[in-house]
């Protein structure tokens, strides 16, 4: 099961988002007004990996910018509420309580970002106590746990506000059985 499929499935948190194809106008509108923002992510998705994106489009960019492609994928950017972060990049939780974790606390910062130049590189047990200086740590460890996902590679990101499909503190990118 793809990754999007499963946190559509189990309801995990993230930011609304919707796939569309060429000529789809009138549900891209809706989808605009349902989830007003002021920046949406556009992704290409006529090719897989594709490299055609932009997480800072405007309503009118997203209007502009997707009339010509075939099949796309719009979402609330995360850019929305950088300000409100505190900690994104990946993180695993295995079933012995090891956690794995390289994050960052720059708000400006995507979980690409976050990946290549973490504050955190962090490999230990939840029991560690130094674990409870890092950001927003808890919240995604406890979000892990309620939703069992244990040896998983999460992609995340954790917010000093609830937002969200599931209106919470953490919002889920993508899922992952290995790297």
């Known amino acids: 099961m793809q990754s999007t499929e499963y946190i559509n499935r189990m309801r995990l948190n993230k930011f609304p988002d919707q796939l ?3 000529g789809n106008e009138k549900d891209l509108l809706e989808f605009l007004n349902k989830f007003p923002a002021e920046y949406y ?3 290409d998705k006529t090719n897989s990996g594709s490299k055609k994106f932009n997480f800072k489009a405007t309503k009118e960019d997203v209007l502009k910018d ?3 492609m075939d099949l796309f994928a719009i979402n609330v950017s995360s850019y929305n509420y950088r300000e409100n972060q505190l900690l994104a990049g990946h993180i695993m939780i295995t ?3 090891e956690i794995y974790l390289v994050a960052s606390v720059n708000k400006n910062f995507s979980v690409r970002d976050a990946k290549n130049n973490p504050n955190y ?3 230990t047990f939840l029991n560690d106590r130094k674990l409870k200086h890092v950001p927003g740590l808890s919240y995604i460890a406890d979000y892990l746990i309620i939703h069992k996902l244990n040896d998983v590679v999460v992609e995340f990101a954790v917010y000093n506000i609830k937002l969200g499909t599931e209106n ?3 919002i889920i990118y993508e899922l992952r059985t290995n790297y």
Request: charged content about 30%.
């Open 20 to 22: 569309f194809k060429k």
């Open 41 to 43: 992510a556009i992704r």
């Open 66 to 68: 997707c009339i010509n």
């Open 95 to 97: 079933s012995s309580d």
């Open 121 to 123: 590189n962090i490999n």
């Open 168 to 170: 919470e503190n953490v």
